[in-house]
T-cell receptor, first 110, second 112 residues
């Protein structure tokens, strides 16, 4: 079945710097790759997603890139702010379900 | 606005007890999911359902069962709770394959 690996597990950056989180997946049939943000004590919420027919997608300070050949995708956050501090999860679709990575705890220091 | 409601936010149960975790969604979604969240392990899929009375095992189904008698409701059952099932349980729902899923607030279960 699908397996998703996410790195790094923790990431600490200064406010204003960029942050990059990387994921790899195993099932070449996966075609949908969402990213979720989970603030402390809250539910995971979708922040951006990308489908396999697109190589890059951007939404303000957040962008996601996908390399289907290498089977990896990345989340890029520019001009980080303290409110970006949270746990971020990547996921890959496999028929009927989403498989998640292990999560990255991002800390943005003021 | 999508709403996925988990009726129990915090539960403390004794080893060997039967535990029911209930989840209701109001968006007429076909698919519903139960995940377990543990530090360093991410969100692991326990069971999912793509239709009423249908269920599929996820990656960690051992010790759990599920019930989906109505489209909007998906229940997770721990037949005989054990301490290693102490965790946060997240329900989610979504439309067919390859679509966004929406999570409930989570249920924190402690088994003593």
């Amino acid at each position: 079945g699908e397996n998703v690996e996410q790195h790094p597990s923790t990431l600490s950056v200064q406010e204003g710097d960029s942050a990059v989180i990387k994921c790899t997946y195993s099932d070449s049939a996966s075609n949908y790759f969402p990213w979720y943000k989970q603030e402390l004590g809250k539910r995971p919420q979708l922040i951006i997603d990308i489908r396999s027919n697109v190589g890059e997608k951007k939404d303000q300070r957040i962008a996601v890139t996908l390399n289907k050949t290498a089977k990896h995708f990345s989340l890029h956050i520019t001009e980080t702010q303290p409110e970006d501090s949270a746990v971020y999860f990547c996921a890959a679709s496999t028929p009927g379900k989403l498989i998640f990575g292990q999560g990255t705890t991002l800390q943005v220091k003021p | 606005d999508v709403k996925v409601t988990q009726s129990s936010r915090y539960l403390v149960k004794r080893t060997g007890e039967k535990v029911f975790l209930e989840c209701v969604q109001d968006m007429d979604h076909e698919n519903m999911f139960w995940y377990r969240q543990d530090p360093g392990l991410g969100l692991r899929l326990i069971y999912f359902s793509y239709d009423v009375k249908m269920k599929e095992k996820g990656d960690i189904p051992e010790g759990y069962s599920v019930s989906r008698e109505k489209k909007e409701r998906f229940s997770l059952i721990l037949e005989s709770a054990s301490t290693n099932q102490t965790s946060m349980y997240l329900c989610a729902s979504g439309r067919g394959a390859g679509n966004t899923i929406y999570f409930g607030e989570g249920s924190w279960l402690t088994v003593v």
